[in-house]
Nanobody
Framework: DVQVKESGGGSVRAGGSLSFSCTAS????????VGWVRQIRGQKCDLIAK???????DYLSFVRGRFNISLDNTKNTIYLSMNNLTPDDTAVYYC?????????????????WGQGTQVTVSS
């Protein structure tokens, strides 16, 4: 069976840190673009961090410098570390993977998609 399972997230005060992991089974992240998407309540999904096949990392401007995406191929796991969180980061976070992840992608628009994990940042 193909599964993508997230863990991590939770609640934190502003300025705090959280992290996620996303482990795949039934397929390998190696050779795919992998990323993290978030959906703020009432809004569309936004791809916020992406790792290209060659290891290049890219981020949306409002998370660059605070968030870090990584991939451990030995564990077939994607990670997202988030620092200096603000209430504006409150959202459901999803991991995603596919041949191409577009910066304009919406929820579910990738072949592999995590179950979603809530992050709540209080002021």
């Amino acid at each position: 069976d193909v599964q993508v399972k997230e863990s991590g997230g939770g609640s934190v005060r502003a300025g705090g840190s959280l992290s996620f992991s996303c482990t795949a089974s039934g397929f390998t992240f190696d050779g795919l673009q992998v990323g993290w998407v978030r959906q703020i309540r009432g809004q569309k999904c936004d791809l916020i961090a992406k790792r290209e096949r060659d290891g290049y990392l890219d981020y949306l401007s409002f998370v660059r410098g605070r968030f870090n995406i990584s991939l451990d191929n030995t564990k077939n796991t994607i990670y997202l570390s988030m620092n200096n969180l603000t209430p504006d980061d409150t959202a459901v976070y999803y991991c995603a993977a596919g041949n191409r992840l577009s910066w304009t992608m919406d929820c579910g628009e990738s072949p592999y998609w995590g179950q979603g994990t809530q992050v709540t940042v209080s002021s």
